[in-house]
Each structure stands twice: as structure tokens, then as C-alpha cells.
Antibody
């Protein structure tokens, strides 16, 4: 079964650091881009970062650029999010998602988040 | 960043109704748009990609249309399991951006 399982969420003080993990199973992890998406309590979804299959390219939303680092270990089928300088506004459920290419009948492809983990809660509070 | 604006933010409907949700992009995004469904306490589920292509296994009562800046998600014959929050997402440029969500409730 294709699965993603996040871990590492907890309560952390403002300014603190935390590392989230996402364990992948049931598919060839090294052949997919991977993504982190978060959702603040009672709010909508926010794309946070993604990483190329081999880890050579990363993208971030402006609000976390310079504070968060996405990485992966293909040998361990794992995705990570190192979060430094945490702020209250980083409080959210963090989801990892598989970033797939879906093709339309004309052969164009689109980035799609077709597999999601169950999420891990990060609370930034003193 | 490309801003995605959904409307309405919520709507009331009944089983069997047809509902339409709109999503507007702040700049042209061709058809690089997807729709996601989220139920309380669950991770989102991927429904539609490329503005109008149904993901495998998604019921045909869901349909999407649009290109450029204006997009719609239509649910024809609402079923009890369709009461949820729906999000559009543009995958045309970075950072990827979601609409703020539309809650479909009874």
C-alpha cells in the first residue's frame, strides 16, 4: 500500500527548532518530487516547500525561506523538514505529499499531490 | 506569487443539488489548476488536475472547467459524502498557492 507517515510534531517555544520526518512506503520514493504543505488551525492549506527527486532542487514559500530546509534521504525513503526560528504563525498541521505528474489526453502533464500523509501537529507557543 | 481567490467561502446545499465553486487566479495560469477535497480531521484528497481532468476513481459527478484566470468546480447531484471543504491549487508557478477554500455544508 502506498503510504506516507509524518512524525516529529510537538510543542516548541518561539525561536526554537524542530525537525519533521515523513516515511514513505509502497512506491519508489526516489522517482518522485516531494512536498510539505501546512494547515493552521481552522485555516486553509498553504504550500510550504518541495524537493526534486535527487534533492538537487528545492523551492520554498517566502514566509519560510531562510528558516526552513527541506531534504530527503532516498536510501531511507524519507523526507525531512528542518524548521528553525519558529514563530507562532508556524503553528499548523504539517502534511507531506507525493508530487506526481498527471497527464491529460493531449500529453500535457501537471503537478499533482496524489498521496498525502495524515499530518503532524506543530505548536509554537511559550 | 499568484493569488487564488475562491468563491463562495461557504455554501449551503442539499443532497441532489448541483453546486458550483469558482476560483480566480491573479494572473493567467493556462489550465495548471487542481481541485482538492478535505473532510474534517482528514488529509486532503486529490480530485481534478489540469482544470478538467478527473483523477482515477473520482466520481463523474465532479467536473471542472476553465483556463487562464477563471475556473469552476461543479458537483452534479450532491451526495452525503460530498459535504466537505474544497480547495483549488495552481501549479503554474512557484510558490504553489491554494485558494482559501469553500465549505459545502447542509
Amino acid at each position: 500500500e502506498v503510504q506516507l507517515a509524518e512524525s516529529g510534531g510537538t510543542v516548541v517555544q518561539p525561536g526554537g527548532s524542530l525537525r519533521l520526518s515523513c516515511a514513505a512506503s509502497g512506491f519508489t520514493f526516489s522517482t518522485y518530487w516531494m512536498t510539505w504543505i501546512r494547515q493552521a488551525p481552522g485555516k486553509g492549506l498553504e504550500w510550504v516547500a518541495n524537493i526534486r527527486k535527487d534533492g538537487s532542487v528545492t523551492k520554498y514559500v517566502d514566509s519560510v525561506e531562510g528558516r526552513f530546509t527541506i531534504s530527503r534521504d532516498n536510501a531511507q525513503n524519507s523526507l525531512y523538514l528542518q524548521m528553525n526560528g519558529l514563530r507562532a504563525e508556524d503553528t499548523a498541521v504539517y502534511y507531506c505529499a507525493r508530487d506526481s505528474n498527471s497527464f491529460d489526453p493531449k500529453g500535457y502533464y501537471y503537478d499533482t499531490f496524489d498521496i498525502w500523509g495524515q499530518g503532524t501537529m506543530v505548536t509554537v507557543s511559550s | 506569487a499568484t493569488q487564488m481567490t475562491q468563491s463562495p467561502s461557504s455554501l449551503s446545499a442539499s443532497v441532489g443539488d448541483t453546486v458550483t465553486i469558482t476560483c480566480r487566479a491573479s494572473q493567467g495560469i493556462r489550465t495548471d489548476l487542481g481541485w482538492y477535497q478535505q473532510k474534517p480531521g482528514e488529509a486532503p484528497k486529490f480530485l481534478i488536475y489540469g482544470a478538467s481532468n478527473l483523477q482515477s476513481g473520482v466520481p463523474s459527478r465532479f467536473s471542472g472547467s476553465g483556463s487562464g484566470t477563471d475556473f469552476t468546480l461543479t458537483i452534479s447531484g450532491l451526495q452525503p459524502e460530498d459535504f466537505a471543504t474544497y480547495y483549488c491549487l495552481q501549479d503554474y508557478s512557484y510558490p504553489r498557492t491554494f485558494g482559501q477554500g469553500t465549505k459545502v455544508e447542509v
